[in-house]
């Protein structure tokens, strides 16, 4: 009942940039914390920058700077401004939502991933 659809990914070179969108649709009550998670290639899934529903955002020391987390929480949207990128940002970035379903239910939710590649 409820969906994380992401899109912007691609292909840059180094020092490009890029624009993740995560659209959360489906029985939402409240969206308490939508983050955005990367896994790259032989490596766990990492945690890179998340939202609260307050505006508070924290990110991990190898994006700080150079990626920027944003919300419309009213449109149930989240954003990953991607700057500087380097060829170890390489990876499949997911959506994840912490929220509440109308029916009571509060668990997280995952997007199916998009595919970021940079060029050195």
């Known amino acids: 009942q409820v969906q994380l659809v992401e899109s912007g990914g691609g292909s840059v070179k180094a020092g490009g940039s890029l624009r993740l969108s995560c659209i959360v649709s489906?029985?939402?009550?409240?969206?308490?914390?939508m983050g955005w998670y990367r896994q790259a290639p032989g490596k766990q899934r990492e945690l890179i920058a998340f939202?609260?529903?307050?505006?508070?955002?924290n990110y991990a020391d190898s994006v700080k700077g150079r990626f920027t987390i944003s919300k419309v929480f009213a449109k149930n949207t989240v954003y990953l401004q991607m700057s500087s990128l380097k060829p170890e940002d390489i990876a499949v970035y997911y959506c994840?939502?912490?929220?509440?379903?109308?029916?009571?239910?509060?668990?997280?939710?995952w997007g199916q991933g998009t595919q970021v590649t940079v060029s050195s």
């Open positions: 939202i609260t529903s307050d505006g508070t955002t």
């Open positions: 489906g029985s939402i009550f409240t969206i308490d914390v």
């Open positions: 994840n939502a912490q929220l509440m379903t109308t029916d009571g239910q509060r668990r997280g939710y």
